[in-house]
């Protein structure tokens, strides 16, 4: 059963960039290495880490492909696949279906602020596309509106339709979901510092941004959690508070590659309107090692 399989950790992978902000291959390879050496349990691409706003459409299906080709540990490949257009999304989608993809993460339409009933007419009629299982993104923050639990609730009875990644940081909202949804509708953290409280309220997992950095330590504290050592996971969480703040503090990739250059993974190139992050951020990364 899929649920099964993206139980727990997907790292939501970082796009590397060389200095002219072509792709770098090379990092990226460097980069799924790094991860393999976790217990991560999935690989989410292309999703707001990796940076898809400013990666054309060509791009995106290469990197594809080479994180195909170079999973060490052939784990499940989620794909971020996002947008304001449904029917623009449709043909994307349709492009993928020979790819082997597991499933597809997708945020809500931004920019247009859809009411609910809007969201939800989009997401039925995408999922009714999608040759694959469709993961809804609640990201409030990034879309400019909110998916309410009520919204969730009624798309969780499309059959193709599997999940969501809630970031909304709203953790009513998150309980009612779980309370009102199907035991094998997942419930998936959007937010690092918010796994461990979400996971006590009944969370699949999380798709991660600071797996890039800490894969193993971050991993280690969901699968605990997970088995309901609430003790033990909260002693490996507050290990992890600091770098929490950090990767949040300059917003996100830049301050997660500006970690992973402190920790000598990649570069901390990206592309605009995104601007690198301070030389401060990176002496605190270089503290904290």
Known sequence: MLQEKLKGTGVALVTPFNKDLTIDFQGLKKVLEHVSTGKVDYLVVLGSTGEAATIDWDEKLKILEFIISNNIKKLPVVMGLGGNNTVAMEREVQALAD??????????????????????????????????????????????????????????????????????????????????????????????????????????????????????????????????????AMKLNQKLITSYELVSLEGNPVSLKVGMKAYGIIDDCVRLPLVSGSAELFEKFKKNA
């Open 99 to 232: 790819y082997p993809i597991d499933a597809i993460l997708t945020s809500s339409p931004h920019y247009n602020k859809p009411s609910q009933k809007g969201i939800i007419a989009h997401y039925q009629r995408f999922a009714e596309t999608s040759k694959f299982p469709v993961i809804l993104y609640n990201v409030p923050s990034r879309t400019g509106s909110n998916m309410t639990s009520e919204t969730t609730i009624e798309l969780s009875k499309h059959p193709n339709i599997i999940g969501i990644k809630e970031a909304s940081g709203d953790l009513n909202q998150c309980a009612k979901i779980v309370a009102n949804t199907a035991d094998d509708f997942m419930l998936i953290s959007g937010d690092d510092g918010l796994t461990f409280p979400m996971i006590s309220l009944g969370a699949h997992g999380v798709i991660s941004v600071i797996a890039n950095l800490f894969p193993a330590e971050f991993s280690e504290m969901v699968k605990v959690a997970l088995a309901g050592n609430t003790g033990q």
